[in-house]
């Protein structure tokens, strides 16, 4: 039987995977569900740290994303402080094993949880906090409920500590910096995962941390604070750069091919899926007739494709 193309492209983003890990000389053993902060060094002093796919827990301490770290002359510069008080410090003790560099700066991706609520920790040792405008509303927006919820998920234990600190360095759509030679640019292009998700771009080694608008390896969840319109059109933007290599919100730094087929080609599906349902005059109690099984080798396929359809069904409907 001839390969369809889909699958063709299928097989030829996970060779690319296959490849580009191969080359980060990552053995099959380095990364799994539940190994928590395993470091990856990308480039020259830049690193991802790549929590659990799954989950919240007590364990990870709502680490469960990857996160970034950048080392210069003048210091660290933090993508992401994680979920707690208590995961911040953990991921400051995996930085030390890299650099003694106290951490000078700290940049919210974005709303969830892991991408701010660890701020305190590091805002306590003298980092300056980064976000966008509407990262930070969002922050303020959902603090109570975020706390609620990660106080089930980690304990009360895992939660201490933890107090709503937002950002003192607040930008509107672009956000440029440098720290000890190395320079960064920070782009909010629209809602995504979350109101205010952006994306960090660092030009001199044609590194991207690409926060919650790109998951790998592990299906996205499109929320009621998401939007997979403008999800679309923020990735366009962060594609156009051209990254060497990409460090998703969610998995293993990756190459722009597999963050396309993980992430915006599971986008135009759903929407195309659940737009040709709806003109068939289906009803969202049948949503889960739809047929995404292409995707489900991605972790969460199980517990998430249903809610995702649903999600954008809502959508559709508005728009």
């Not at 990308?42 to 790549?50: F, K």
């Not at 364990?59 to 911040?88: M, Q």
């Not at 603090?143 to 950002?167: D, F, M, R, W």
């Not at 737009?275 to 969202?284: C, E, L, V």
Request: hydrophobic share 40%; glycine share 10%; proline share 3%.
């Amino acid at each position: 039987m001839l390969m369809t193309w889909v699958c063709m492209r299928h097989l030829l983003s996970r060779l690319t995977t296959a490849l580009f890990l191969t080359s980060l000389a990552v053995s099959p053993s380095v990364y799994a569900i539940g190994e928590r902060l395993a470091l990856h060094e990308v480039a020259d002093g830049i690193y991802a740290i790549v929590g659990d796919l799954d989950n919240r827990t007590p364990e990870n301490l709502g680490n469960n994303a990857t996160f970034g770290v950048i080392v210069t002359k003048e210091g660290v510069v933090v993508v992401d402080p994680g979920g707690t008080y208590s995961g911040a410090q953990r991921l400051a003790e995996r930085i030390r094993t890299i650099s003694k560099q106290p951490v000078v700066a700290v940049i919210n991706t974005g709303g969830q949880d892991h991408r701010w609520l660890g701020n305190g920790y590091f805002a306590e040792r003298g980092a300056s906090i980064i976000a966008a405008e509407a990262a930070v509303r969002d922050q303020q927006a959902r603090a109570s409920n975020q706390l609620s919820i990660l106080s089930t998920l980690v304990g009360n234990t895992g939660l201490a500590g933890t107090e709503p600190k937002y950002a003192d360095v607040v930008f509107e759509q672009e956000h440029k910096l440098q720290v000890g030679g190395v320079d960064m640019e920070i782009y909010h292009h629209g809602q995504a995962h979350t109101p205010g998700d952006s994306f960090v771009w660092l030009p001199q080694s044609r590194v991207m941390f690409a926060g919650d608008i790109v998951y790998t390896e592990r299906m996205l969840r499109i929320g009621a604070e998401s939007a997979s319109k403008s999800w679309v059109q923020s990735f366009e933007a962060l594609a156009s750069y051209g990254p060497t290599t990409l460090v998703p919100g969610h998995g293993r730094p990756t190459t722009l091919a597999v963050a396309r087929a993980d992430t915006l080609e599971y986008l135009l599906f759903l929407r195309q899926a659940v737009r040709s349902f709806m003109t068939d005059d289906g009803d969202i109690s049948d949503i889960g007739r739809i047929d995404q099984s292409q995707f489900k080798r991605l972790v969460n396929f199980e517990q998430l494709a249903g809610r995702n359809a649903q999600r954008v069904f809502e959508e559709l409907e508005w728009e």
